[in-house]
């Protein structure tokens, strides 16, 4: 009796219960509507990109054509919007908007894109108040509960279906009668176990995978094979886990009922209550700090600026010769003023942001470090990272649109103090954003102490599930 | 005979090691989650209105300046934390807490907690609505699956009928035992939640002990929905593992997996524009109008005051025609807001019904409708409040062009007002919505509630009848 010949006999009995073939026909039924939710996401986000882009070389345009019209003696459509100004050429109405592409493998995992911001309108005016604005226009009910995507089967309800399949893959043999007379063949009931296993991860782990890549292959997620890898070998880590899980349980040599409500007390534990009660252990003893004081720091701010306005442009000069270029004019113009209160106003809002995220910074490494209680969290965890939908992306655009809008001050501010106009000549220099994606390696590298501790954590319950089977005899 | 059944079933939930700490741990959580969500309803509000109390002083003190800079100014209205939001913090978490109301435009609400949060929190915490929508139906599962499979199993069902027990009686017996071993759990956790809202409110509500009322009911219809199906199926099945099974199965369905259908559901059938879609429909039809809304003429609003007032030249005009104009400028746009984010909010409310709809196979949803309904913390009311804020930003901005229209000349850009015009403005006071209002709402959850109390205990009695004494 060979390992082949247990696979070919399984197979048999897993397409003669009918009960199996129905979970498993949901099972992929739930696949495709997974997938079909994801790769919907990413086309609305793929037009939405789309738009603001070309939204971008509109406004560009318009802006070329006004000051065109104007250096040929035409007029400004507005004498508040003269775009030779520098504070509207550079200010909302000549912005640019930063954009952040949809993750590679957003169709597989939404993440984080449906609630965290994915553009940002960059203009003279951008401060740390600009980086608090709402994401995408959605409805607060279903941000709460969250999509059914491809990484919520694979974390809620794929477990299940492991459990399902292998909670009596030992003790039913023993129960039917029949384990001593497969052990009276010349093979180990390890071998046995672990092909029966095998079998039924092949079959669940291969059509996790083939909906995977089907979804990557649609939309074009192939260009980022790293992303890819990654996402298929935390599913298997994870599938694994709980695979190795029902194993180690059913060495146990209880009845199968026993096996059964252990699993499932476990999965309840593990996927359901612990992150639940994470979270609301993280909320008592690391609470977020409300951004509220904020906004109330801001109009402290704008109200105390706006009467100390030459001073703090005699300061902001002070802070920074190189925005001066040397001319300001002894009679600083009202924009120039603008500007110092303008930038006060910032710096106090950088000030409260700054204390205010590192305080979250604090909390939030506590809080992560909790995920490594429950598997599922390590697994949801690396998989909307790896789909380019976690957390960390995300931060990573806002740290560039930071340095963007920077860019664009130093472009416009020096105008700004010396009162001078701007011709069409300058638009071709204007700053443009271009993204600089992380580099593959970076999913990768904050994936691989989860990963680690995830294969782990499948190589400690198989060792405990190994030697337990070495102890399995037929008889008794 | 009745009371003996409930006897045993209350001593055997009792005495059973596993279901006693089940129950405890079930029973701690719960207190554990109404403790927090208590601390933190408190304290979110009371900064709230700290932080309202702060907009309004910067209000009042902002100085002499035009009214219309002063209505540029604006002020921030912070989203009050609603006294039952304890028990539920519903969608707040994804709703901003604060909005800008200036001059000109309608601002979205900014500040979402749980944009600050990371992704692992999005799975939830454990507030006491989860525990109670969640964890206390398992419990349920865990202490009836076996009652009436298990004493087939054991043979004991046969000798129970045999002492002459109607089986009506038998089912009503077995109900009242575990659910008086539930009230153990429940009614001290309802004594407190009860004591937190009559001594020590973490907010303002509208009649919240009315709300508190109908909330422990709709509770109660779930347990003894879940109660009654537990029930039904334990005498339908073979064995008490099938029953489990079964119960698990629709379990999952229930909690995990209909909420999340009924998300991406929704926006098949009611899609949404993308914020960028939104934002440009937004600013294109405020510069051109749209429709029979129409961009108010300057010229021709000064040449019916003109024509009102019977003098030739704006300079003779006994008011500000800027102060109009600027008016009828507000009147314009608010119907472009209201155009714009009516159609938002209905969006998202066809979306909710959706939801509704869909507790026709998962009770869940329509207890969390109703949960959150109740609490005061869903989409309706957030709306309810930001239609209060809006509300409040259009006579802010009524009163300071009225000022600038009345107290000043056309092309007088000089005038300014003080403190006693800023003091003049009443402070933004919001009322949340009666139980009437809510309950109003939510007809549909309440008739598939209801439906699905009716079903589980009329299957519940059938299966009883029915059930097969080997």
């Given at each position: 009796m060979?390992?082949?010949?247990?696979?070919?006999n399984e197979?048999r009995?897993?397409?003669?219960?009918?009960a199996?073939?129905?979970v498993?026909?949901?099972?992929?039924?739930?696949l495709?509507?997974a997938?079909a939710?994801g790769?919907?996401?990413l086309?609305f986000?793929e037009r939405?990109v789309?738009?603001?882009?070309?939204g971008n070389?509109?406004r560009?345009s318009?802006?070329?054509?006004?000051?065109?019209a104007?250096?040929?003696?035409?007029?400004p459509?507005?004498?508040f919007?003269d775009?030779r100004?520098p504070?509207v050429?550079g200010?909302?109405?000549?912005s640019h908007?930063?954009v952040?592409?949809p993750?590679s493998?957003t169709?597989l995992?939404?993440?984080?894109s449906d609630?965290?911001?994915?553009?940002?309108d960059?203009n003279i005016?951008?401060?740390?108040s600009?980086?608090?604005?709402?994401?995408?226009?959605?409805?607060?009910?279903?941000?709460?509960?969250?999509?059914?995507?491809?990484?919520?089967?694979v974390?809620y309800?794929?477990?299940?279906?492991?459990l399902?399949?292998?909670f009596?893959?030992?003790s039913?043999e023993?129960e039917?009668?029949?384990?001593?007379?497969?052990?009276s063949?010349?093979?180990?009931?390890?071998?046995v176990?672990t092909?029966?296993l095998?079998?039924?991860?092949?079959?669940?782990v291969g059509m996790?995978l083939?909906m995977?890549?089907?979804g990557?292959?649609?939309?074009?997620?192939?260009d980022?094979p790293g992303r890819?890898l990654?996402w298929c070998?935390?599913?298997?880590?994870y599938?694994?886990?709980?695979?190795?899980?029902?194993?180690?349980?059913?060495?146990?040599?209880?009845?199968?009922?026993?096996n059964?409500t252990v699993l499932?007390?476990a999965?309840?534990?593990?996927v359901v209550?612990?992150p639940?009660?994470?979270?609301?252990?993280?909320?008592v003893?690391?609470?977020l700090?409300?951004?509220i004081e904020?906004?109330?720091?801001q109009?402290?701010a704008?109200n105390?600026a706006?009467?100390r306005r030459s001073?703090l442009?005699a300061?902001?000069l002070e802070d920074?010769?190189?925005m001066a270029e040397?001319?300001?004019a002894d009679?600083?113009?009202?924009g120039?003023l603008?500007?110092?209160?303008?930038?006060a106003v910032n710096?106090?809002?950088?000030?409260?942001t700054?204390?205010h995220?590192a305080?979250r910074?604090?909390q939030?490494?506590?809080v992560?470090?909790?995920?490594?209680l429950?598997?599922a969290?390590l697994?949801?965890?690396?998989l909307?990272?790896?789909?380019?939908?976690?957390d960390a992306?995300?931060?990573h655009f806002?740290?560039?649109?930071?340095a963007?809008?920077e860019?664009?001050?130093?472009?416009?501010?020096?105008?700004v103090?010396?009162?001078?106009q701007?011709?069409a000549?300058?638009?071709p220099?204007?700053p443009r954003?271009r993204?600089?994606?992380e580099?593959?390696?970076e999913a990768?590298?904050?994936?691989?102490?989860p990963?680690?501790?995830?294969g782990?954590l499948?190589?400690?319950?198989?060792?405990?599930?190994?030697?337990?089977l070495?102890?399995?005899?037929?008889?008794g | 005979?009745?009371?003996?059944?409930?006897?045993k079933?209350f001593t055997d939930?009792l005495?059973?090691g596993?279901?006693r700490?089940?129950s405890?741990?079930?029973?701690?959580?719960?207190l554990?989650s109404l403790g927090?969500?208590?601390?933190?309803?408190?304290?979110t509000?009371q900064?709230?209105?700290?932080?309202q109390?702060?907009?309004r002083?910067?209000w009042?003190t902002?100085?002499?300046k035009?009214p219309?800079?002063?209505?540029h100014?604006?002020?921030y209205?912070?989203k009050?934390?609603l006294a039952?939001s304890?028990?539920?913090?519903?969608?707040?978490?994804?709703?901003?807490?604060?909005v800008w109301l200036?001059?000109h435009?309608?601002n979205d609400?900014?500040?979402?907690p749980?944009q600050?949060?990371?992704a692992?929190q999005?799975?939830?915490a454990l507030?006491?609505?989860q525990?109670?929508?969640?964890?206390?139906?398992?419990l349920?599962?865990?202490?009836t699956f076996?009652?009436l499979?298990?004493?087939?199993?054991?043979g004991t069902?046969?000798q129970?009928?045999?002492?002459?027990?109607?089986?009506r009686e038998l089912a009503g017996?077995?109900?009242l035992?575990v659910s008086?071993?539930l009230?153990l759990?429940?009614?001290?956790?309802?004594l407190v939640g009860?004591?937190a809202l009559?001594?020590a409110s973490p907010?303002p509500a509208?009649?919240?002990l009315?709300?508190?009322t109908?909330?422990?009911g709709?509770?109660l219809?779930?347990?003894?929905?879940?109660l009654?199906?537990?029930?039904a199926?334990s005498?339908?099945?073979?064995s008490?593992r099938?029953?489990?099974?079964v119960?698990?199965?629709?379990?999952?369905v229930?909690?995990l997996?209909?909420?999340?259908v009924?998300?991406?559901?929704?926006?098949?059938?009611h899609p949404t524009p993308?914020a960028?879609?939104?934002?440009?429909t937004?600013?294109s039809e405020?510069?051109?109008?749209?429709?029979?809304?129409s961009?108010p003429d300057r010229a021709a609003?000064?040449e019916?005051l003109l024509a009102?007032?019977g003098?030739?030249?704006v300079?003779?005009l006994?008011?500000?025609?800027v102060g109009v104009?600027?008016?009828e400028s507000?009147?314009f746009?608010?119907?472009?807001?209201?155009?714009n984010?009516?159609?938002l909010?209905?969006t998202?409310e066809?979306?909710?019904v959706?939801?509704?709809?869909l507790?026709?196979a998962?009770?869940?949803?329509a207890?969390?409708?109703?949960s959150?309904g109740l609490a005061?913390t869903?989409?309706?009311q957030h709306r309810h409040?930001?239609?209060?804020?809006?509300?409040?930003r259009?006579?802010?901005?009524?009163q300071?062009?009225?000022?600038m229209?009345e107290n000043?000349l056309t092309g007088?850009f000089?005038?300014?007002?003080?403190a006693?015009l800023?003091e003049?403005?009443?402070?933004?006071q919001?009322?949340?919505p009666p139980?009437?209002?809510?309950l109003?709402?939510r007809?549909l959850?309440?008739?598939v509630l209801g439906a699905w109390?009716?079903?589980?205990?009329?299957?519940?009695v059938?299966?009883v009848r029915?059930?097969e004494?080997t």
């Open positions: 060979t390992v082949r010949t247990v696979l070919r197979w009995l897993l397409m003669a219960d009918q199996l073939r129905i498993l026909g949901l099972f992929a039924v739930l495709v509507y997938l939710n790769v919907v996401w086309r986000q939405t789309e738009a603001v882009e070309s070389v509109e560009t318009a802006l070329q054509q006004e000051l065109d104007i250096a040929n003696g035409g007029q459509s507005s004498p919007a775009p100004s504070l050429l200010g909302p109405g000549g908007t930063a952040l592409e993750g493998l169709a995992a939404v993440g984080q609630l965290l911001p994915y553009y940002y960059v005016y951008t401060n740390e600009s980086f608090q604005q709402n994401g995408e226009v959605e409805n607060p009910l279903n941000l709460m509960v969250g999509r059914f995507d491809l990484a919520f089967v974390v309800l794929l477990p299940l279906l492991v399902a399949l292998s009596n893959v030992l039913e023993r039917q009668g029949t384990l001593a007379l497969t052990l063949q010349p093979v180990s009931a390890r071998s176990v092909a029966k095998a079998f039924r991860a092949l079959l669940v996790v083939a995977s890549l089907l990557i292959l649609v939309t074009g997620g192939l980022s890819v990654l070998a935390t599913v298997v880590t599938s694994l886990f709980w695979f190795a899980l029902a194993a180690w349980v059913n060495t146990l040599r209880r009845s199968s009922a026993w059964a499932v007390g999965w309840l534990v593990l209550v612990l639940a009660a994470i979270n609301i252990a993280a909320g003893l690391h609470p700090p409300s951004r904020m906004i109330t720091a109009r402290d704008s105390d706006v009467n001073e442009l300061r902001y920074h010769p190189e040397g001319v300001v009679e600083p113009g009202l120039a603008a500007w110092a209160a303008t930038d710096r106090r809002l950088e000030q409260v700054s204390e995220d305080q910074a604090h939030i490494i506590l992560r470090r909790y995920r490594f429950s598997p969290l697994a949801q965890d690396v909307i990272d790896a789909a380019g939908t976690g992306r995300f931060v806002q740290s560039q649109v930071r963007f809008a860019e664009w001050r130093e472009f416009f501010v020096p105008a103090l010396a009162d001078e701007m011709s000549s300058v638009l220099n204007v954003f993204l600089a994606d580099r593959p390696g990768a590298r904050r994936a691989a102490v990963l680690t501790v995830l782990g499948v190589l400690l319950v198989g060792i405990g599930a190994g030697v337990g070495r102890r399995v005899r037929g008889a | 005979m009745i009371r003996h059944i409930v006897h079933e939930v005495r059973d596993r279901f700490w089940c405890i741990l079930v029973g701690s959580l719960l554990i927090h969500g208590w601390v933190q309803a408190r304290n509000q900064e709230h209105a700290a932080a109390a702060t907009a002083e910067h009042e902002q100085g002499e035009n219309h800079s002063a209505a100014y604006g002020i209205a912070f009050p934390r039952l304890f028990v539920d913090e519903g969608v707040d978490p994804y709703t901003g807490t604060s200036e001059a435009r309608q609400f900014m500040l979402r749980a600050d949060a990371t692992a999005r799975i939830g507030t006491a609505a525990v109670l929508q969640h964890l206390v139906p398992l349920i599962i865990l202490l076996g009652t499979a298990g004493e087939r199993e054991r069902l046969r129970l009928l045999a002492t002459g027990i109607g089986r017996g077995k109900a035992g008086s071993a009230a759990l429940l009614v001290p956790a309802a009860a004591a009559v001594v907010g509208a009649s919240p009315a709300r508190g109908a909330l422990a709709v509770y219809a779930y347990f003894a929905t879940f009654a199906l537990s029930l199926v005498a339908w099945a073979r008490a099938t029953a489990l099974v119960l698990l199965a629709v379990w999952v229930n909690g997996v209909a909420p999340r009924a998300v991406d559901l929704s926006k098949w059938l993308s960028f879609e939104f934002a440009r937004v600013e405020m510069a051109t109008g749209t429709g029979d809304i961009r609003s000064t019916h009102e007032y003098v030739e030249r300079e003779d006994p008011i500000n025609a104009y600027l008016q507000e009147e746009g608010n119907r472009i807001f209201d155009r984010y009516g159609a909010w209905d998202f066809r979306q909710g959706v939801h509704e709809t507790a026709v998962a009770p869940l949803l207890v969390r409708t109703l959150m005061g869903d989409v309706e409040f930001a239609n209060a804020a809006e509300t409040y259009r006579d802010l901005m009524r300071m062009n009225g000022d229209t000043s007088d000089t005038y300014t007002a003080g006693e800023w003049a403005v009443p402070p933004l919001y009322a949340a139980l009437g209002w809510v109003g709402n007809v959850s309440l008739l109390l009716a079903g589980a205990i009329l299957a519940a059938a299966r029915r059930a004494v």
